[in-house]
């Protein structure tokens, strides 16, 4: 079981997206796993970007149902935002081409020691210092966290 994981925002998006019924029920699931675990990390970047592609995407989420999600992601935002954040985040972009955003978040990762960083935006399986990058849905959460 990792200590600590990284959420990306797209699993968030995809739990609470009936479009997609597959992604949403693998997202839901490690989401949940990680959750009884203690596992989960996110940063504030996570919330204003979860919050801002609901409303530009999923029409029928209102304000109020809104700010229940993010209600309920806050005690899980412990990672840092800072101007440091932001200064590693363009190392990592330098380094290993992700988009700016998404080496900020992985600068957030590191910064908060999560082992493990779960997105289908980066490349599967691929280590960044001692953090894993897992696409969520290409693992089952019980069987790849079994396997560590």
């Not at 200590?3 to 989401?31: H, M, Q």
């Not at 504030?44 to 029928?60: D, G, R, S, T, Y």
């Not at 957030?108 to 399986?125: N, Q, T, V």
Request: charged residues 20%; neutral net charge; glycine residues 4%.
């Amino acid at each position: 079981m990792p200590s600590v994981c990284f959420v990306d925002t797209n699993v968030f998006l995809y739990a609470k997206d009936p479009t997609t019924p597959g992604k949403r029920e693998r997202a839901i699931e490690w989401i949940e796993v990680l959750s009884a675990s203690h596992s989960v990390v996110i940063s504030p970047q996570v919330l204003n970007e979860f919050a801002h592609n609901v409303i530009k995407k999923l029409k029928h989420v209102g304000p109020d149902l809104l700010r229940e999600y993010l209600e309920s992601m806050l005690p899980w935002c412990t990672a840092p935002l800072v101007a440091a954040t932001s200064l590693g985040g363009l190392a990592i972009h330098r380094r290993f081409k992700f988009s700016l955003y998404d080496s900020v978040l992985v600068a957030s990762a590191i910064a908060s020691g999560c082992d493990l960083f779960l997105s289908e935006d980066l490349g599967d399986r691929q280590r960044i210092e001692r953090m894993r990058i897992v696409n969520p849905f290409n693992a089952n959460p019980l069987l790849y966290l079994e396997e560590r």
